[in-house]
């Protein structure tokens, strides 16, 4: 029985099916809403790296692929329209990280005319854009086609959404970052920040890049 159910879970995520998010635990309207969305591979945004107080985690097909960024960014809105019907006045606080930080950042480009009290966290986002460094992989013209939208492409466009970006010498949100391949293959680079969302603010914005806060 267990086999089968492998077997289904691996049919229906190839087909971008049966990834739901991890169910919520009972709604709590005090605080922040906290939602985290996970790199490559972190189907359920569930992965070791994450810490802190998170309210729930988006679970979507996280493969590089913009069709399944676009379901990552579809999951992690249905999400936070629930809570902001359960809970009106409650600030949510979107996490996201690698390709998570693309969904997030996608999902605020599209959606900030029509949602407020939100702030967004980007960890290592591919869609970066240049100033200072380079811009993120997402825009490098041999990956941007293959990924597809809305994952190719880079922008800087939050609109009135405090938004905090981080990056630090690492290839993925600063395609031309010293330690290059061997530092996101060995040495650790891309997984150099701190995932304790409760160190990140609910007003939070600007970026840090190479240790250095830019307003």
């Known amino acids: 029985m267990k086999k089968i159910s492998i077997l289904l879970t691996g049919i229906l995520a190839s087909a971008g099916l049966g990834l739901l998010s991890p169910p919520a635990q009972a709604a709590s309207c005090d605080g922040t809403y906290t939602i985290v969305v996970g790199g490559t591979g972190d189907n359920d945004s569930n992965a070791p790296y994450w810490q802190g107080t998170i309210s729930q985690r988006v679970g979507y097909p996280a493969q590089p692929i913009g069709y399944n960024a676009r379901q990552g960014v579809n999951e992690l809105n249905r999400l936070i329209r629930d809570q902001r019907t359960a809970c009106g006045g409650q600030h949510v606080k979107a996490v996201g990280f690698s390709l998570g930080a693309a969904v997030v950042h996608t999902w605020v480009t599209e959606n900030w005319q029509t949602i407020d009290n939100v702030n967004a966290v980007l960890i290592a986002d591919p869609k970066r854009a240049p100033g200072p460094g380079n811009a993120g992989a997402a825009g490098h013209p041999l990956i941007a086609p293959i990924a597809g939208a ?66």
């Open 150 to 215: 809305p994952l190719a492409g880079v922008d800087n466009f939050f609109g009135n959404i405090p938004t905090l970006t981080l990056c630090t010498d690492d290839i993925i949100c600063d395609i031309n970052a010293a330690s290059g391949l061997p530092g996101y293959l060995w040495q650790g680079k891309h997984g150099n920040y701190n995932f304790n969302v409760d160190v990140y603010s609910d007003d939070a914005a600007g970026q840090w890049y190479n240790g250095v806060y830019y307003p």
